[in-house]
């Protein structure tokens, strides 16, 4: 299974040239914010695959027009081709701007999906803002959570894609980093991963390693 993820930065190459190839045959299309309702409606228009979404630090515009076609999956656990997926939007608070979250705010956003948690854990961290010390910045506006470094830490998703922190911002800042079991995925602009087919029913994360699971759109949908 193919996962485009998406952030920050329309991509001209998919915009205004898009050609259904360019999507790297792409199953799904998970945007991790800050990018116009428009473009994420072309996208699932024109490449006719699902495109799950959380909300950046500057989609206000969302809860009047949201993208039309595309699944919100913030604050969210789904389960798409047997791989669960959580959602956490939102930048750390720094304005008092809507889909901004102190620390505490966001870690009561993670209790009360607690339960899901606990019964399969998590495959997938879509969220904006990155994990503290995980490709974060120093000033206020993007520092990272460290709420979602306890996440890392406790349930070893196999990726966590974030944006919010634009590669140019840092020149030197690496794309992909590795924490523990988990493959750190900054997806400023657009990049492609590659996840194995899951064939069998869902496991705990304690017990996933080498194991596959059922796929299916939509298995579980769970919230807070």
Known sequence: MKLLVISDAADPGLWDYFTKEKLGGADAILSCGDLPASYLSFL????NIPLF???GNHDVKYDQNPPEGCDCIDGEIVTFRG???LGLGGSIEYSRGPHQYTERGMKRRIARL???LR???VDILLTHAPAQGLGDMEDHCHRGFACFRELLDRYHPLYHCYGHVHLQYVPTQPRLRQYGDTTVVNAFGKYLIE???REEAPQPWWKRRGRRSA???FLSRERK
């Open 119 to 121: 019964r399969g854990g």
């Open 44 to 47: 699932v228009t024109m490449g």
């Open 114 to 116: 607690r339960a899901g």
């Open 215 to 217: 796929g299916g759109y």
């Open 195 to 197: 996840l194995p087919d």
């Open 53 to 55: 979404y959380v909300h």
């Open 83 to 85: 791989y669960r997926i």
